[in-house]
């Protein structure tokens, strides 16, 4: 599935995606840029670097707006804490507002999962079996790790992220029949929400 695309029309060849990817994912064919998806770690990098502004996150706005009308008040929202850095309010309170008038049925902070999260890592390192312990909530930093340091696997704490452990969460309090979707910064999210049947979108 593709997370990420190039408008290659106003593409100038500056090569700036290119020197930019830390994992060698992008390659040109007849001076155009495309992403050799099976190496893309979703860093946003390339993203960030193209002065054209190229490259686009692929959006499911339009599913999740389908998946409220055929789902209606069974569809929550699990917002990620950078929310206060992305949108002009003052105070999740009045986010979750705006979210409910939407159609979100829940709106709650994905720290709720966090918290378990951490809980599990303290239990981790407290059993002695971790003399190295390696925990990171980013999917990217975790498929850089196993692509590029698989030695470094062992090592990796056998945790979900907060977004998995907060889906199961609202499940488990509102009905495995509850949709869950999730609003973020990061755009490998929405591949870590594809190995797992807890997350039905990710916004970006």
């Given at each position: 599935m593709d997370y990420l695309k190039f408008d290659t029309n106003s593409c100038v060849n500056c090569s700036a995606c290119l020197r930019n990817c830390p994992v060698r994912a992008i390659r040109f064919v007849d001076q155009r840029p495309q992403i050799v998806s099976e190496m893309c770690i979703l860093c946003g990098h390339c993203v960030l670097k193209c002065p054209k502004n190229d490259k686009k996150v692929i959006t499911h706005k339009e599913q999740v707006k389908e998946l409220i009308k055929n789902n209606?008040?069974?569809v929550a929202l699990s917002v990620a804490p950078s929310f206060i850095a992305n949108f002009e309010c003052k105070s999740f309170a009045s986010f979750k507002k705006a979210c409910l008038d939407l159609g979100f049925s829940f709106v709650e902070e994905t720290a709720r999962g966090a918290y378990y999260v951490t809980k599990e890592y303290a239990k981790l390192l407290d059993s002695g079996k971790y003399p190295i312990l390696i925990t990171s909530a980013c999917p990217s930093s975790v498929t850089y790790l196993c692509t590029e340091f698989p030695e470094?696997?062992?090592?990796?704490?056998?945790?979900?992220?907060?977004?998995?452990?907060?889906?199961?969460?609202?499940?488990?309090?509102?009905g495995e029949d509850t949709k869950i979707v999730f609003v973020g910064p990061c755009m490998a999210k929405k591949k870590e929400a594809d190995g797992f049947d807890e997350i039905d979108y990710v916004l970006t």
């Open positions: 209606p008040g069974k470094t696997i062992k090592y990796l704490a056998p945790v979900v992220s907060p977004m998995i452990a907060h889906a199961r969460i609202l499940k488990k309090q509102l």
